[in-house]
Each structure stands twice: as structure tokens, then as C-alpha cells.
């Protein structure tokens, strides 16, 4: 058997196949035209849906009547103007903002980020608009519903067509076959979070090294494809469009420019390279000149300026209206927590904060006050706790303690790290110091961010998922943070906690 046929069996050439199908159906580049023509009507459908409901909400059914002016009354035709001209603006505000380029499209908060930037933008112009024309009639009280309306709208649209998109990727469409040149440990890190990476639209055929030949599969099914010298011909057999380069796994620089020379200005195919030691300093890169030579600077935290506001205001805002709500639950558990068994209320644990600065963070006790003693007649579960950090079955846990960690009630008290800004609401899983050197290279990424009382990992099965997967899920929130993202996160932490998966 050839090593064609020997490569053909593998799974994710069943993919290439609906790749392949879907492509001779329809055109990868015509798929998108088709994508972004439906995204520009409903844009203009939603907006002009969103300023027509504030029109008739304010003037025909006087919604906040009585926090705006009661007697006004404005005819249908003054406002026609607005109305009909606002979809064309939009879209073209839109447009400036990137939000048709395919770059910015399906990848996460991003897009919705965009469209809220822009929406914002489209009301200043109005108001802007309304000083310098003074005979331009602009109520308050539709403004403001037509703001709300508009993003909730688009941003709502493009959510159920994104969900659309994802369903059409099962059948080939949307997908770009990717391969990843550079077969050491950086390539195959690349490798399994994009292969995680489920809605990504990259298709990952396989590996291209510089010295390995096409073999069996070196990870996660996926195979060495051929040399880098095959690069153009694996490229036209597997129609690949997304070449990746681990920068770590191409020694030379001469080798770099010839693989940029030849396929850098290709319309067939966009290259890209990992970051390499960057991908260890995520904390953002600034670019300045010295003497005219560009030099990178790492930035010692991962959120600067408006980033930082943003999450303080997040953090404070929901943590002081949490607090004042919860307050008479966060006095019977106290009580509860007393009752159940002799010992503090209030459990101290030694963790690890920003920029390394430890700290004590707060939970309400749940275990026994002699756990060593409990845990000394359990070898086996010793072993558990060291690998893992977890015990599912853990002989330690008061009666009350289990159900305070089923919902994850025993970290309520951390609200009150947040007020000492020593936690944020969102972020990644907060570890003690023996648990640094399980994040290996990473750990440098994770102590530029505070850590978070829920987070990724939180939603995603808490403590069911491996310790890798914990990492992974950490290093995802750190790269891509947006107060997006942030307010995402809060949204599915209540099903999740309801759910009490992976919960003990």
C-alpha cells in the first residue's frame, strides 16, 4: 500500500472529502460572498427594525412617558428621513469597523465587540448632527430605545447566523483545510488547540517538516504530510488554504523568506506564523523605534488602560449589588457552616495573585478542621490530591460542605478579594505556589492577570476536566480577553453552577 493510500484512511480525510464536495458545489470564495451578503441585508433589516420599534414604542405607545416629555407628538414623515437613511449609514459604519471582512467574522467576542463599537459611533454622529442642525427634531427617549434596539438586534442576528454557519461546517462548508509546518513540541501545541478549537473554520489536515517524512500519525491522528520542499504540492493535493509555521521548528532564516517568497503573496493561500516565545509572554507587545530600529516591548500585565477601567468598573458594579443582595444568604450559610462541625467559618487559602503576589483568598469552610489526620488513613486518595489537586470522593467534606460545593457557594466570600482587588469576578483558575510549576512555560502568562472567581474553566466542567485542559482553558482566557468575553463568561457561570457538573 502507498503512503497516499496509508495517509487516505486516517478521520479527518472523511472531512476533506466534504471539504472537497462542498467546494465543487459551491466555491470557497463564493460561499463567502454568499455569507457576507446575508450579514450586510440583515444588518440593514435589523437596524431599520430597531429605530422603526423605538419610533412607534416612544411616540405611538409613549413608553417612559414620564421620564421624557409627555406631550411629544411627532408625525411619521419627520422621522421618515431618519429612518430610511440610518440602514445606509450603518453599513457603512460597519464596513469601516471591519465587520464584513472575514478576519473579524465568526471568531468569538470579537464581532460583537465590533458591532457595539460601532453602534456607539452611529448615535454620536446623530447627536453630533442634532447641534449642528438645529431644526433637526431628535427625541431623547428614542434615542436611547433605538441604541439598545440596534445593537441587541444585529448582535442578536449574527448570533443565529453564526449558529447557521456552524451547522453548514458539518457538511464541508466554511472550512479551510490548514496545515502546520513544524512537527516539534511548539507544532503540536499549535496543533491541539486548534484541533480543540471546534469553530475555528480550519480544518487541520496534518504536519509539513523539515526533515520527517510523510509517516504515520505523530499526534492526534494527524500525520507528517511530506517535507517542506513538498509544500507546494501538498498544498494543490489537499487544496490547503492556511499554511501555519512554528517559528520555533524553522532553524533558519533563509528558509523562512523562501516559504514567505513563494506562497506570501499567494491569493490561494494566507501564511501565517505562531509567535513563538511569544506565545509563552502574552501579556501584549508594544512596537517603538530607537534610533530607527523597531523594537518590541513586553508589557508586564495583560490588561493596560481602558482595558483595566473596564474590568474595575465590571468588578465593583456587580460585586457591591452582589453583596448587597446576598447578604442574608451570606449570614446562614456563616451560621450553617458553624453548626455543621467545630471550627472557623471562614477557610484562609494561600494563592498565588498578580504578578505572583500571594495572598489569602476567602471561602467558606467545608472540611473538617483534622483533614490531615482523615487523609492519612486514605493512601490512595493522597496520591489523587498530589496529581490532581482534587478529590472526588474526598473523606475530608462536612455535610453542608458538599452542598456548598455542588453550587459553589463556598466562594461567595471571595467577593470580598474583589473589593481588595486581589480577584476579579472573571479569571483564570487561582492555584496555590506548588501549582506553578505545573503550568510550565505558561506559568509567566498566568500572573499577569488577577484570578477569577468563575472563568472558562468554570463553565466548561470545573473539576471533570483534566489538569492540561484547565491550563489550556486559562491560557485561552488570557489571550483572548475582552470585557466581552468577561460578560459571556457570567452569563453561562448560573447554568453551569445550576448544573453542578464536575462540582466536589
Not at 464584513?100 to 464581532?111: A, F, I, P, V
Not at 511530506?226 to 520555533?248: D, H, K, M, P
Request: overall charge positive; cysteine-free; charged content about 20%.
Amino acid at each position: 500500500m502507498s503512503i497516499r493510500s496509508e495517509i487516505e484512511r486516517f478521520p479527518w480525510m472523511a472531512v476533506s472529502t466534504k471539504i472537497k464536495k462542498a467546494n465543487e458545489l459551491i466555491p470557497r470564495s463564493t460561499q463567502w460572498l454568499l455569507y457576507v451578503t446575508v450579514l450586510v441585508l440583515s444588518d440593514a433589516l435589523m437596524t431599520f427594525a430597531a429605530f422603526l420599534l423605538a419610533y412607534y414604542l416612544r411616540f405611538e405607545a409613549k413608553f417612559l412617558a414620564g421620564w421624557f416629555n409627555q406631550n411629544a407628538s411627532v408625525s411619521f414623515k419627520t422621522y421618515s428621513i431618519l429612518l430610511y437613511s440610518m440602514p445606509f449609514l450603518w453599513l457603512s459604519i460597519f464596513a469601516l469597523n471591519g465587520l464584513y471582512s472575514k478576519d473579524n467574522l465568526l471568531g468569538g467576542t470579537r464581532e460583537y465587540a465590533g458591532v457595539f463599537r460601532s453602534v456607539v459611533t452611529g448615535f454620536l454622529l446623530i447627536i453630533f448632527a442634532g447641534f449642528v442642525d438645529t431644526t433637526l427634531f431628535i427625541a431623547r427617549g428614542w434615542l436611547f430605545m433605538a441604541w439598545g434596539f440596534n445593537f441587541l438586534f444585529v448582535a442578536g442576528a449574527r448570533f443565529w447566523l453564526r449558529r447557521a454557519i456552524y451547522a453548514l461546517r458539518r457538511y464541508g462548508f466554511f472550512l479551510t483545510p490548514a496545515v502546520i509546518v513544524g512537527a516539534n513540541q511548539e507544532g503540536r501545541w499549535l496543533a491541539e488547540q486548534l484541533l480543540k478549537w471546534q469553530t475555528s473554520g480550519l480544518h487541520l489536515v496534518g504536519f509539513v517538516d523539515k526533515k520527517t517524512p510523510a509517516t504515520f500519525p505523530l499526534f492526534h491522528d494527524l500525520v507528517s504530510l511530506g517535507t517542506v520542499e513538498q509544500l507546494g504540492e501538498i498544498i494543490e493535493r489537499y487544496n490547503v488554504g492556511e499554511v501555519i509555521l512554528a517559528s520555533s521548528a524553522i532553524s533558519t532564516r533563509d528558509y523562512l523568506l523562501e516559504i514567505f517568497r513563494k506562497y506570501g503573496v499567494s491569493d490561494k493561500v494566507n501564511i501565517r506564523m505562531s509567535s513563538g516565545l511569544y506565545e509563552i509572554l502574552t501579556t501584549g507587545l508594544t512596537v517603538s523605534e530607537f534610533a530607527y530600529v523597531p523594537l518590541v516591548y513586553v508589557n508586564k500585565v495583560r490588561l493596560t488602560g481602558s482595558d483595566t477601567i473596564l474590568k474595575f468598573l465590571l468588578d465593583y458594579v456587580l460585586t457591591i449589588a452582589s453583596l448587597l443582595v446576598l447578604s442574608p444568604l451570606l449570614l446562614v450559610l456563616a451560621i450553617l457552616v458553624k453548626l455543621s462541625s467545630p471550627g472557623p467559618i471562614i477557610h484562609k487559602r494561600r494563592v498565588m495573585g498578580l504578578n505572583g503576589k500571594q495572598f489569602y483568598a476567602y471561602k467558606f469552610r467545608t472540611m473538617v478542621i483534622n483533614g490531615d489526620e482523615v487523609l492519612a488513613q486514605h493512601p490512595e486518595l493522597q496520591e489523587e490530591l498530589v496529581r490532581n489537586h482534587k478529590l472526588k470522593n474526598d473523606p475530608r467534606v462536612t455535610r453542608i460542605g458538599v452542598f456548598l460545593r455542588k453550587y459553589s457557594l463556598d466562594e461567595l466570600p471571595q467577593l470580598f478579594n474583589v473589593l481588595k482587588r486581589e480577584m476579579s469576578l472573571v479569571g483564570p483558575r487561582m492555584i496555590s505556589p506548588e501549582e506553578v510549576a505545573m503550568y510550565k512555560q505558561f506559568d509567566l502568562n498566568l500572573l499577569t492577570v488577577l484570578p477569577g472567581i468563575t472563568g472558562v474553566w468554570q463553565v466548561s466542567g470545573r473539576s471533570d476536566i483534566s489538569y492540561e485542559e484547565r491550563v489550556r482553558l486559562d491560557m485561552y482566557y488570557i489571550r483572548n480577553w475582552s470585557i466581552w468575553l468577561d460578560l459571556q463568561l457570567l452569563f453561562q457561570t448560573i447554568p453551569a453552577v445550576l448544573k453542578s457538573r464536575g462540582a466536589y
